[in-house]
């Protein structure tokens, strides 16, 4: 069993900024890539930023240069620094890993977290 805990998401005005944050525990060998998915109303969920355990790192270009994309694998958490935040950036956002369960497995298995909501205003 794998838990995934969001927190941080908020009501910001254009321009501000907020840290989301995503903390992993359960059965987890290691994780491999964690990575952040948003999904506005109406639109499909798309990829903000991934993280791999060799912190190999991907951004969305709407986000580049905005949003910071880390990862403490001492805690098996990951955060999502973002500023200069537009309306635009309102949406659900997911993260989700891509762990191994145990040392002995030959797959990997993925998980999303239930999601939290960021809001700016214009």
């Known amino acids: 069993q794998v838990q995934l805990v969001e927190s941080g998401g908020g009501l910001v005005q254009a321009g501000g900024s907020l840290r989301l944050s995503c903390a992993a525990s359960?059965?987890?060998?290691?994780?491999?890539?964690m990575g952040w998915y948003r999904q506005a109303p109406g639109k499909q969920r798309e990829l903000v930023a991934v993280?791999?355990?060799?912190?190999?790192?991907t951004y969305a270009d709407s986000v580049k240069d905005r949003f910071t994309i880390s990862r403490d694998n001492a805690k098996n958490t990951m955060y999502l620094q973002m500023s200069s935040l537009k309306p635009e950036d309102t949406a659900v956002y997911y993260c989700?890993?891509?762990?191994?369960?145990?040392?002995?497995?030959?797959?990997?298995?993925?998980?999303w977290g239930q999601g939290t909501q960021v809001t700016v205003s214009s």
């Open positions: 989700k890993i891509v762990y191994r369960m145990r040392a002995w497995y030959v797959r990997d298995d993925e998980y």
């Open positions: 993280i791999s355990g060799g912190s190999v790192i």
């Open positions: 359960g059965s987890i060998f290691r994780i491999n890539v």
